[in-house]
Nanobody, 121 residues
Framework: QVQLVESGGGLVQAGGSLRLSCAAS????????MGWLRQAPGKEREFVAA????????FYAASVKGRFTISRDNAKNTVYLQMNSLKPEDTAVYYC??????????????WGQGTQVTVSS
């Protein structure tokens, strides 16, 4: 069982930046692949970014590649999502998720409660 708590969401103007953090419980954080996913109003939840347990492999959705960066600090049991050049279409609730296998889908085993990101035009 993994408990995940996101933070760092908020309101930002288009072109701005935000960094999301996700703190995980447990002693085996480095064993888990981590992902960031988002859900905009009226839309299905979608994959944003993922990182392997060691941090050596990262994956991005085409819509955020080159603007967002996922990273992790296994000593702090924390995964991050640095979001630059934000666009209004990035507005969504962002979720942190964990699983045994790194995935570029929404099929993760444990989820945080989500944090709202709103990008104004």
């Amino acid at each position: 069982q993994v408990q995940l708590v996101e933070s760092g969401g908020g309101l930002v103007q288009a072109g701005g930046s935000l960094r999301l953090s996700c703190a995980a419980s447990g002693r085996t954080f480095s064993s888990y692949a981590m992902g960031w996913l988002r859900q905009a109003p009226g839309k299905e939840r979608e994959f944003v970014a993922a990182i392997s347990g060691s941090g050596g492999r990262t994956f991005y959705a085409a819509s955020v590649k080159g603007r967002f960066t996922i990273s992790r600090d296994n000593a702090k049991n924390t995964v991050y999502l640095q979001m630059n050049s934000l666009k209004p279409e990035d507005t969504a609730v962002y979720y942190c998720a964990a699983g045994w296998v790194v995935r570029t889908t929404t099929s993760y085993d444990w989820w945080g409660q989500g944090t709202q990101v709103t990008v104004s035009s």
